[in-house]
């Protein structure tokens, strides 16, 4: 082999900028055309945006659960719908909402803004990221396909044992959910991994962790957290699924098993996961705030601590979830404190946003609306959770219509709000066309208000005494015109989510066009064209401050020097971002696909045969190699000593 | 308040926890206005203006009182926390010594089934256990002492206007101590999604004086009535031969079964099936010519009565009071 | 780019590849490491939590697995870790020959170890259908097999290619170096698990 | 640290103020007050002889000094005071002592640094011999106290050391405790030299807040463990029937693994947090790229 001088290949620099340079870097990074193109992309964009799209089906299809639901509980001893169908309902609705939606969701943002707030070409293990998504699709598709055929699950999100073990759940629904989780478990533990190698590893020269944006800590902080508990809901339904398949006993008291073994694995996953759809929606709320509030946001190291204190109190306070079922009583206090501290790193950072538009010139465009609405909900939900930290309190509020209340405020309030937020404020990166102003404040004011006459009322309910999970509720408890309300606010929700998708479509096609940097905005990714090219920036920024494009007004910084003629990324160092090395990047491939269809069987047919697992494993293991084997011929990329 | 109201002190516990309720509401309120307030106040400050201006280099002006007001604030979070967590504890140790003076306590074992609640009452002279099913008598100013146990899967005790909840978990007793103070009529619900007919899990508690409590304790202990009208009679060998004598029992009769709930006075209770219909004769027949239409799925099935069967039976179970 | 530009230094003479946590995927293994070794931790809890609410450990009338296929799998397992630092040495000074010969002596080891670990599952004296004692340790072993074969198989691959026209890029030697990196993982997991599985329900007993 | 000791009383239940406290009186064992005699006495000489030497870095010397003062305070007020023999009737107060050593004890010993200063406290020539053992040792010594070695030590003495045929054997023997103790130590003190001032400490903390985090699920998962197990896992503890303070011994284990678990727990969090502040502030100042 030849060896060649670093100075003999194609990079862009002083020969090779403009026009030439974006011709000859489109076509390196370029898909083919077409369909094919379309499923063999590694590109994070395309793969982010089609991760947005069918998290924003699977919401709608939440969605119309939830609505569904409320049309049988707004009238007392309604007969409209079987129990059966009822708890297939709500099953579903939380699943899709937590599993198919808001994690999800949260990483998808993440795999389209990541890179382009860092500064590089694309993820890291881009075939892996294309693999992730076609098994989130898998997953998804399965469970509601199979609610359709009528055999939907029916345990629940949480799919407590025993009621989910072989003896109180026969047939296939639980194994369905089951399956799903583990469809979901392996798309966003592949999306966690890529993203703390591309955060660790890809950011531009001179971004620093001090000056990474707080979207970016937030995605860093939340794969860990992924990383660290989604083990813990895939051992968990494993084990369920060998009880239910080849009779082992872990949930069952009657052969030394415990059924709280399985809350303990669940919460043990499920209560980071709420902070795991929280944390990056705080990025938004910060990215949004520093924008519209012109102002840098304020006390950014406590943002950051913030951040990482939340993540990690999220793995001490899982018992929280089971105060009811017995615990030692000695540990209540514990609890209790521990619980509480969880919202001091909350109150920090809503003290620190809204300093940060008490400081600044807010403009209140509509993405910052989103923000006000989320202060204004989220805190009501931070707030009657500190309630519910408290023992003797939740021995009363838990599994009730209260309970209902908060989580849907924290999680609305605190996720989907800052989500609908982010999608405004940057569509125009996604879309090159700005979404419409009046009717984005429409369904603003329909959904902020149509969500507080849905849920607020459910508090009273839950001290009423309304329990969650019935299919209907007697006559004369006086829960009538409350749940009323709250169907009628449901329906206002709706309709605000029919304008703002609405909108979305009509923007997609008429909306303004956009440029590159619409708000006047500071962070890197409004450095590059909207929508950006294949390859992200024609030449690697460079940053010397957490607010780039505010400080840096008349030309931007940047490095030289990667090939253009194959696909390469700069790697650098990890807490001060000095470039280091020169990586390769994955070319567009079909394998991720056909391993995922691999896996995809394997999956499914071990919800009938558990031999599935054995035979199942040769097509994966063929995939993979397929997926692994180095390009042929060997590129010509010497090696630099 | 009403009958299944946790906001009532109808109870010891309920009590204490609804004062801490209340305490943890009004800090909780305080914290939101001053939010909002904050919140507000950016709004004011400098919102709308400079619409479209570039950012104002001389925008970070407050720095330093904002610093200030930052580490008053969170000093002021982790205080009223602590403050909280304190309440929390004072009051969880003020139900923990709920018989402090060591009364002697009603005993009863109470299992859950899917969808019903078995309830035994238990005395010292196990002769005098009293068996009865989704209805429980408290004498009031007496503590019961409640021990949870569940034939299939997890539910929940919950009589919100005495308590807070306490899990049924298979393969584990949890125990409850409850402290009625007023007399009434509580209404307790599953509190834990227990599968197809969880909403109809219903236990009505009953409070009444320790003479009234004594009186009904020596009821339950008779067997049931032998019918006196023909068609009561007719209910009576219908119900001991056929198939209900298999999963019910009836004091006194050889109607024996176990699984299903205690029927002996049945008639004296105030619902049927868990609370799913009121206790009357309209309930009744409802209940037996179409166990399956008012609470699909439960695990009574539908017999098939004809016209005569079904007043012959719903009569004869209208007098076991 | 919209803004100009101004330039601000050259990359073209950085490397293109590199060792340890200079290289990309080095990071998707300790990431992997990470989301393995909770795993492990946690069935590792699972086997406390239910240990804690026994009185006996096996529960009656069961007795503690035969040691001796799991021992001899565990001494064949620490052995290979010799082999296995030489082809990471190997991998590390871009000595093809050596890493080619080293890495092929794991496999084989591997392929031997293969037998002791068969006879493992029969050693057990429980079945995973006995109580949630014998479920419990023989998924902590099946979970171990499969991080064992996958690795296995995966030495098997990289070797292939060692002897292909690949072999000649210097990202081979990076991925040999790493896939000795995941070998130690593989026995490091093992220990606390032969411990879990063979000794300690011998010690409480 | 008094705070910390008044809230932890606090949670202690109802019946504990009405028994403990006062039956319990400072008698230090021997086998325990010698050693950590000894050690402040080698501190004074060594301190007393650096501080006739040196003009400079007499500031560094005093800090250093009031570190080790804070951590010898600890490490005595755990072994050598009623907390130590209330730790022979109750788990919980055992316990406490545990954390004590491993926590607050261990990390103010290892950030005061007293290793040239207990150096010396010996003659020259002693003080030689030492330096050339050390040298022997610096491979180990590099292997063990890389940041993950070190965390799995510590977990490795924390978990085996709580297996019940082990803590039987320390609770049964003077002799074993003292190993027990001892080992707790010695990891700890590994533990957080390979946080401050290891390897982690040189790459930057995040690796440190890693560990730290890794350490308090580790010890966390113990703590949980006893903290929901119902039954008693020790024979010592169990065949001593009721604490003094009122606990059985089931709940006594409780307590003991809350110990564990919530405050032990968030000391880890709380040093990780602190070392994840340092690495922000050490990345805020980096030169990564040429200035423009």
Same mark, same amino acid.
């Given at each position: 082999?030849?060896?060649?001088?670093?100075?003999?290949?194609?990079?862009?620099?002083?020969?090779?900028?403009?026009?030439?340079?974006?011709?000859?870097?489109?076509?390196?990074?370029?898909?083919?055309?077409?369909?094919?193109?379309?499923?063999?992309?590694?590109?994070?964009?395309?793969?982010?945006?089609?991760?947005?799209?069918?998290?924003?089906?699977?919401?709608?299809?939440?969605?119309?659960?939830?609505?569904?639901?409320?049309?049988?509980?707004?009238?007392?001893?309604?007969?409209?719908?079987?129990?059966?169908?009822?708890?297939?309902?709500?099953?579903?609705?939380?699943?899709?909402?937590?599993?198919?939606?808001?994690?999800?969701?949260?990483?998808?943002?993440?795999?389209?803004?990541?890179?382009?707030?860092?500064?590089?070409?694309?993820?890291?293990?881009?075939?892996?990221?294309?693999?992730?998504?076609?098994?989130?699709?898998?997953?998804?598709?399965?469970?509601?396909?199979?609610?359709?055929?009528?055999?939907?699950?029916?345990?629940?999100?949480?799919?407590?044992?025993?009621?989910?073990?072989?003896?109180?759940?026969?047939?296939?629904?639980?194994?369905?959910? @089951?399956?799903?989780?583990?469809?979901?478990?392996?798309?966003?533990?592949?999306?966690?991994?890529?993203?703390?190698?591309?955060?660790?590893?890809?950011?531009?020269?001179?971004?620093?962790?001090?000056?990474?944006?707080? !979207?970016?800590?937030?995605?860093?902080?939340?794969?860990?957290?992924?990383?660290?508990?989604?083990?813990?809901?895939?051992?968990?339904?494993?084990?369920?699924?060998?009880?239910?398949?080849?009779?082992?006993? *872990?949930?069952?008291?009657?052969?030394?098993?415990?059924?709280?073994?399985?809350?303990?694995?669940?919460?043990?996953?499920?209560?980071?996961?709420?902070?795991?759809?929280?944390?990056?929606?705080?990025?938004?709320?910060?990215?949004?705030?520093?924008?519209?509030?012109?102002?840098?946001?304020?006390?950014?190291?406590?943002?950051?601590?913030?951040?990482?204190?939340?993540?990690?109190?999220? !793995? %001490?306070?899982?018992?929280?979830?089971? *105060?009811?079922?017995?615990?030692?009583?000695?540990?209540?206090?514990?609890?209790?404190?521990?619980?509480?501290?969880?919202?001091?790193? @909350?109150?920090?950072?809503?003290?620190?946003?809204?300093?940060?538009?008490?400081?600044?010139?807010?403009?209140?465009?509509?993405?910052?609306?989103?923000?006000?609405?989320?202060?204004?909900?989220?805190?009501?939900?931070?707030?009657?959770?500190?309630?519910?930290?408290?023992?003797?309190?939740?021995?009363?509020?838990?599994?009730?219509?209260?309970?209902?209340?908060?989580?849907?405020?924290?999680?609305?309030?605190?996720?989907?709000?800052?989500?609908?937020?982010?999608?405004?404020?940057?569509?125009?990166?996604?879309?090159?066309?700005?979404?419409?102003? $009046?009717?984005?404040?429409?369904?603003?004011?329909?959904?902020?208000?149509?969500?507080?006459?849905?849920? *607020?009322?459910?508090?009273?309910?839950?001290?009423?005494?309304?329990?969650?999970?019935?299919?209907?509720?007697?006559?004369?408890?006086?829960?009538?015109?409350?749940?009323?309300?709250?169907?009628?606010?449901?329906?206002?929700?709706?309709?605000?989510?029919?304008?703002?998708?609405?909108?979305?479509? *009509?923007?997609?096609?008429?909306?303004?066009?956009?440029?590159?940097?619409?708000?006047?905005?500071?962070?890197?990714?409004?450095?590059?064209?909207?929508?950006?090219?294949?390859?992200?920036?024609?030449?690697?920024?460079?940053?010397?401050?957490?607010?780039?494009?505010?400080?840096?007004?008349?030309?931007?910084?940047?490095?030289?020097?990667?090939?253009?003629?194959?696909?390469?990324?700069?790697?650098?160092?990890?807490?001060?971002?000095?470039?280091?090395?020169?990586?390769?990047?994955?070319?567009?491939?079909?394998?991720?696909?056909?391993?995922?269809?691999?896996?995809?069987?394997?999956?499914?047919?071990?919800?009938?045969?558990?031999?599935?697992?054995?035979?199942?494993?040769?097509?994966?293991?063929?995939?993979?190699?397929?997926?692994?084997?180095?390009?042929?011929?060997?590129?010509?990329?010497?090696?630099?000593? | 308040?009403?009958?299944?109201?946790?906001?009532?002190?109808?109870?010891?516990?309920?009590?204490?926890?609804?004062?801490?309720?209340?305490?943890?509401?009004? =800090?909780?309120?305080?914290?939101?206005?001053?939010?909002?307030?904050?919140?507000?106040?950016?709004?004011?400050?400098?919102?709308?203006? +400079?619409?479209?201006?570039?950012?104002?280099?001389?925008?970070?002006?407050?720095?330093?009182?904002?610093?200030?007001?930052?580490?008053?604030?969170?000093?002021?979070?982790?205080?009223?926390?602590?403050?909280?967590?304190?309440?929390?504890?004072?009051?969880?140790?003020?139900?923990?010594?709920? +018989?402090?003076?060591?009364?002697?306590?009603?005993?009863?074992?109470?299992?859950?089934?899917?969808?019903?609640?078995?309830?035994?009452?238990?005395?010292?002279?196990?002769?005098?256990?009293? $068996?009865?099913?989704?209805?429980?008598?408290?004498?009031?100013?007496?503590?019961?002492?409640?021990?949870?146990?569940?034939?299939?899967?997890?539910?929940?005790?919950?009589?919100?206007?005495?308590?807070?909840?306490?899990?049924?978990?298979? %393969?584990?007793?949890?125990?409850?101590?409850?402290?009625?103070?007023?007399?009434?009529?509580?209404?307790?619900?599953?509190?834990?999604?227990?599968?197809?007919?969880?909403?109809?899990?219903?236990?009505?508690?009953?409070?009444?004086?320790?003479?009234?409590?004594?009186?009904?304790?020596?009821?339950?202990?008779?067997?049931?009535?032998?019918?006196?009208?023909?068609? @009561?009679?007719?209910?009576?060998?219908?119900?001991?031969? $056929?198939?209900?004598?298999?999963?019910?029992?009836?004091?006194?009769?050889?109607?024996?079964?176990?699984?299903?709930?205690?029927?002996?006075?049945?008639?004296?209770?105030?619902?049927?099936?868990?609370?799913?219909?009121?206790?009357?004769?309209?309930?009744?027949?409802?209940?037996?010519?179409?166990?399956?239409?008012?609470?699909?799925?439960?695990?009574?099935?539908?017999?098939?009565?004809?016209?005569?069967?079904?007043?012959?039976?719903?009569?004869?179970?209208?007098?076991?009071? | 780019?919209?803004?100009?530009?101004?330039?601000?230094?050259?990359?073209?003479?950085?490397?293109?590849?590199?060792?340890?946590?200079?290289?990309?995927?080095?990071?998707?293994?300790?990431?992997?490491?990470?989301?393995?070794?909770?795993?492990?931790?946690?069935?590792?809890?699972?086997?406390?939590?239910?240990?804690?609410?026994?009185?006996?450990?096996?529960?009656? /009338?069961?007795?503690? /697995?035969?040691?001796?296929?799991?021992?001899? !799998?565990?001494?064949?397992?620490?052995?290979?870790?010799?082999? +296995?630092?030489?082809?990471?040495?190997?991998?590390?000074?871009?000595?093809?020959?050596?890493?080619?010969?080293?890495?092929?002596?794991?496999?084989?080891?591997?392929?031997?170890?293969?037998?002791?670990?068969?006879?493992?599952?029969?050693?057990?004296?429980?079945?995973?259908?006995?109580?949630?004692?014998?479920?419990?340790?023989?998924?902590?072993?099946?979970?171990?097999?499969?991080?064992?074969?996958?690795?296995?198989?995966?030495?098997? #691959?990289?070797?292939?290619?060692?002897?292909?026209?690949?072999? =000649?890029?210097?990202?081979?030697?990076?991925?040999?170096?790493?896939?000795?990196?995941? &070998?130690?993982?593989?026995?490091?997991?093992?220990? /606390?698990?032969?411990?879990?599985?063979?000794?300690?329900?011998?010690?409480?007993? | 640290?008094?705070?910390?000791?008044?809230?932890?009383?606090?949670?202690?239940?109802?019946?504990?103020?009405?028994?403990?406290?006062?039956?319990?009186? &400072?008698?230090?064992?021997?086998?325990?007050?010698?050693?950590?005699?000894?050690?402040?006495?080698?501190?004074?000489?060594?301190?007393?002889?650096?501080?006739?030497?040196?003009?400079?870095?007499?500031?560094?010397?005093?800090?250093?000094?009031?570190?080790?003062?804070?951590?010898?305070?600890?490490?005595?007020?755990?072994?050598?005071?009623?907390?130590?023999?209330?730790?022979?009737?109750?788990?919980?107060?055992?316990?406490?002592?545990?954390?004590?050593?491993?926590?607050?004890?261990?990390?103010?010993? #290892?950030?005061?640094?007293?290793?040239?200063?207990?150096?010396?406290?010996?003659?020259?020539?002693?003080?030689?011999?030492?330096?050339?053992?050390?040298?022997?040792?610096?491979?180990?010594?590099?292997?063990?106290?890389?940041?993950?070695?070190?965390? %799995?030590?510590?977990?490795?003495?924390?978990?085996?050391?709580?297996?019940?045929?082990?803590?039987? $054997?320390?609770?049964?023997?003077?002799?074993?405790?003292?190993?027990?103790?001892?080992?707790?130590?010695?990891?700890?003190?590994?533990?957080?030299?390979?946080?401050?001032?290891?390897?982690?400490?040189?790459?930057?903390?995040?690796?440190?807040?890693?560990?730290? !985090?890794?350490?308090?699920?580790?010890?966390?998962?113990?703590?949980?463990?006893?903290?929901?197990?119902?039954?008693?896992?020790?024979?010592?503890?169990?065949?001593?029937?009721?604490?003094?303070?009122?606990?059985?011994?089931?709940?006594?284990?409780?307590?003991?693994?809350?110990?564990?678990?919530?405050? %032990?727990?968030?000391?880890?969090?709380?040093?990780?947090?602190?070392?994840?502040?340092?690495?922000?502030?050490?990345?805020?100042?980096?030169?990564?790229?040429?200035?423009?």
């Amino acid at each position: 082999m030849t060896v060649l001088s670093g100075k003999d290949l194609p990079r862009d620099g002083e020969q090779l900028q403009g026009p030439a340079l974006d011709a000859r870097l489109a076509r390196t990074w370029g898909d083919a055309p077409g369909l094919w193109g379309w499923i063999t992309t590694t590109d994070h964009k395309r793969i982010g945006i089609r991760y947005i799209v069918t998290g924003m089906v699977f919401l709608v299809l939440a969605g119309l659960s939830a609505l569904w639901m409320r049309l049988q509980l707004a009238t007392p001893e309604n007969s409209m719908m079987t129990p059966d169908r009822y708890n297939q309902l709500f099953t579903m609705h939380g699943t899709t909402m937590m599993f198919l939606f808001a994690v999800p969701i949260m990483e998808a943002m993440a795999i389209y803004l990541v890179p382009l707030m860092i500064g590089t070409r694309n993820i890291s293990f881009p075939r892996l990221n294309a693999f992730s998504y076609w098994m989130y699709l898998a997953g998804g598709v399965m469970i509601w396909v199979a609610f359709v055929l009528n055999i939907g699950p029916d345990a629940g999100w949480f799919s407590y044992t025993p009621l989910s073990g072989p003896q109180f759940s026969p047939g296939k629904r639980v194994d369905i959910w @089951a399956q799903m989780i583990t469809f979901t478990e392996v798309a966003a533990l592949a999306v966690a991994v890529e993203l703390v190698a591309t955060i660790l590893k890809q950011r531009a020269p001179g971004m620093t962790l001090a000056r990474m944006p707080l !979207f970016v800590w937030g995605a860093l902080v939340t794969a860990f957290m992924v990383i660290f508990s989604m083990p813990s809901v895939a051992l968990a339904s494993s084990l369920l699924i060998a009880d239910r398949l080849i009779g082992t006993h *872990f949930y069952n008291a009657a052969e030394h098993g415990d059924p709280l073994l399985w809350q303990h694995l669940f919460w043990f996953f499920g209560h980071p996961e709420v902070y795991i759809i929280f944390l990056p929606a705080t990025g938004f709320v910060s990215h949004i705030t520093e924008a519209f509030s012109r102002r840098p946001v304020f006390a950014y190291p406590a943002m950051v601590l913030s951040l990482v204190t939340t993540g990690l109190l999220a !793995f %001490g306070v899982w018992v929280h979830h089971m *105060f009811a079922t017995g615990l030692p009583r000695l540990g209540y206090s514990f609890y209790t404190a521990a619980t509480l501290a969880v919202s001091i790193p @909350a109150a920090i950072q809503i003290f620190c946003w809204i300093a940060t538009m008490w400081d600044g010139r807010p403009r209140f465009r509509v993405p910052l609306l989103y923000v006000v609405a989320f202060i204004v909900t989220f805190v009501i939900g931070g707030l009657s959770g500190v309630m519910q930290a408290s023992v003797p309190i939740d021995l009363q509020v838990h599994d009730t219509y209260f309970v209902v209340a908060h989580f849907h405020y924290v999680l609305v309030g605190g996720a989907v709000f800052p989500l609908l937020g982010a999608f405004t404020y940057w569509f125009p990166k996604f879309t090159g066309r700005m979404m419409d102003d $009046r009717l984005g404040k429409i369904a603003f004011w329909m959904i902020f208000i149509g969500f507080q006459v849905a849920f *607020f009322p459910m508090h009273f309910l839950g001290l009423m005494g309304m329990p969650r999970r019935v299919y209907t509720y007697p006559t004369n408890m006086g829960w009538d015109e409350l749940n009323l309300l709250a169907t009628i606010g449901s329906f206002v929700v709706a309709a605000a989510f029919l304008v703002f998708i609405v909108n979305a479509i *009509f923007s997609l096609a008429r909306g303004a066009v956009a440029g590159a940097n619409p708000w006047d905005a500071p962070g890197l990714e409004w450095a590059t064209s909207s929508p950006p090219p294949q390859y992200n920036f024609p030449h690697i920024p460079v940053v010397s401050s957490r607010t780039p494009l505010w400080d840096n007004r008349n030309h931007l910084p940047v490095m030289t020097g990667l090939r253009v003629d194959d696909r390469e990324l700069l790697l650098t160092s990890v807490m001060e971002a000095i470039p280091d090395v020169r990586d390769p990047s994955a070319m567009p491939s079909a394998w991720p696909l056909w391993a995922a269809m691999a896996t995809t069987c394997l999956f499914i047919s071990s919800i009938f045969t558990p031999w599935a697992v054995v035979i199942g494993a040769f097509p994966v293991a063929a995939a993979l190699i397929g997926w692994f084997w180095p390009k042929s011929p060997p590129g010509p990329e010497p090696v630099i000593e | 308040a009403g009958i299944q109201s946790v906001s009532d002190d109808a109870g010891r516990e309920s009590g204490l926890i609804w004062s801490l309720f209340v305490l943890f509401g009004i =800090v909780t309120a305080i914290f939101y206005v001053a939010v909002i307030a904050f919140l507000i106040a950016a709004y004011w400050r400098r919102g709308g203006s +400079n619409q479209d201006g570039l950012p104002d280099e001389g925008g970070v002006t407050r720095e330093r009182s904002l610093r200030t007001a930052f580490f008053l604030w969170t000093g002021a979070v982790i205080g009223s926390l602590s403050l909280l967590a304190l309440a929390s504890y004072f009051t969880d140790r003020g139900l923990a010594s709920v +018989n402090p003076e060591n009364k002697p306590m009603v005993g009863i074992d109470l299992v859950a089934n899917q969808w019903w609640w078995d309830v035994r009452y238990h005395y010292d002279d196990p002769s005098q256990n009293i $068996r009865t099913a989704n209805e429980i008598h408290l004498p009031a100013g007496v503590p019961a002492m409640i021990s949870l146990k569940s034939n299939d899967v997890i539910h929940s005790f919950w009589v919100p206007n005495l308590a807070g909840k306490q899990d049924l978990i298979p %393969g584990r007793i949890n125990d409850i101590v409850l402290m009625p103070r007023r007399i009434g009529h509580y209404r307790a619900q599953c509190a834990e999604y227990c599968g197809l007919q969880h909403a109809h899990m219903a236990l009505d508690v009953i409070v009444e004086s320790p003479a009234d409590f004594q009186r009904w304790e020596a009821a339950q202990r008779q067997p049931a009535p032998a019918p006196a009208t023909p068609l @009561a009679q007719a209910g009576y060998a219908y119900v001991t031969s $056929r198939e209900c004598s298999t999963c019910h029992n009836i004091a006194g009769t050889n109607a024996n079964g176990t699984v299903a709930p205690d029927l002996t006075h049945v008639a004296g209770r105030r619902t049927i099936a868990a609370g799913t219909l009121p206790m009357n004769r309209a309930g009744l027949y409802a209940w037996i010519a179409d166990p399956q239409g008012a609470k699909p799925g439960n695990n009574m099935p539908t017999v098939g009565l004809n016209a005569d069967e079904l007043h012959a039976v719903a009569a004869y179970l209208e007098t076991l009071k | 780019m919209t803004l100009p530009v101004r330039f601000a230094g050259d990359l073209a003479e950085l490397p293109t590849s590199a060792f340890g946590h200079r290289s990309l995927t080095w990071w998707g293994i300790v990431a992997f490491f990470l989301i393995e070794g909770t795993t492990f931790a946690l069935a590792i809890g699972t086997y406390f939590y239910l240990m804690g609410g026994e009185q006996t450990w096996p529960p009656a /009338p069961f007795s503690p /697995p035969n040691p001796i296929a799991g021992t001899i !799998f565990t001494v064949l397992l620490l052995l290979s870790e010799i082999p +296995n630092t030489l082809a990471k040495r190997a991998a590390e000074r871009k000595d093809l020959r050596a890493l080619r010969k080293y890495l092929l002596i794991v496999c084989a080891m591997c392929a031997v170890m293969v037998i002791p670990r068969a006879f493992e599952f029969a050693s057990l004296n429980v079945s995973w259908k006995d109580n949630a004692y014998g479920s419990v340790i023989w998924t902590l072993l099946f979970l171990h097999v499969t991080n064992f074969l996958t690795d296995f198989a995966d030495s098997l #691959v990289l070797a292939g290619l060692l002897f292909t026209k690949h072999s =000649v890029e210097s990202r081979r030697f990076v991925d040999a170096a790493e896939n000795a990196m995941y &070998w130690r993982f593989v026995w490091l997991c093992w220990l /606390p698990i032969y411990v879990l599985i063979y000794w300690l329900p011998r010690w409480v007993s | 640290m008094r705070r910390a000791a008044f809230l932890l009383l606090l949670l202690v239940p109802a019946p504990a103020f009405a028994h403990g406290g006062e039956q319990e009186a &400072w008698r230090p064992e021997t086998s325990i007050a010698l050693p950590l005699l000894l050690f402040a006495l080698l501190y004074a000489i060594g301190f007393a002889r650096l501080w006739r030497r040196s003009d400079l870095g007499r500031a560094s010397l005093k800090r250093g000094a009031l570190l080790f003062a804070a951590g010898w305070a600890m490490l005595a007020g755990a072994t050598a005071s009623p907390l130590h023999t209330a730790g022979e009737r109750s788990f919980t107060f055992h316990m406490i002592e545990h954390e004590l050593i491993m926590l607050p004890a261990a990390l103010l010993l #290892v950030l005061a640094r007293p290793g040239p200063v207990l150096l010396w406290a010996f003659p020259a020539s002693l003080r030689t011999a030492f330096a050339s053992i050390a040298r022997g040792g610096r491979g180990a010594w590099s292997l063990a106290s890389a940041p993950l070695a070190a965390t %799995g030590l510590q977990a490795l003495a924390l978990w085996a050391w709580h297996m019940p045929p082990l803590f039987d $054997r320390a609770l049964a023997s003077e002799g074993w405790h003292i190993a027990q103790h001892l080992s707790f130590l010695l990891t700890a003190l590994l533990f957080w030299w390979a946080m401050a001032h290891g390897r982690a400490g040189r790459n930057g903390y995040g690796l440190a807040a890693l560990c730290l !985090f890794l350490t308090s699920l580790v010890g966390g998962a113990l703590g949980v463990l006893m903290a929901v197990s119902t039954s008693p896992w020790y024979r010592g503890y169990a065949a001593m029937g009721m604490t003094p303070w009122g606990l059985s011994p089931a709940e006594d284990q409780q307590l003991a693994g809350l110990v564990m678990w919530v405050p %032990g727990g968030a000391f880890h969090a709380a040093a990780a947090l602190f070392f994840l502040y340092n690495w922000l502030k050490a990345s805020e100042v980096g030169h990564a790229v040429p200035a423009e």
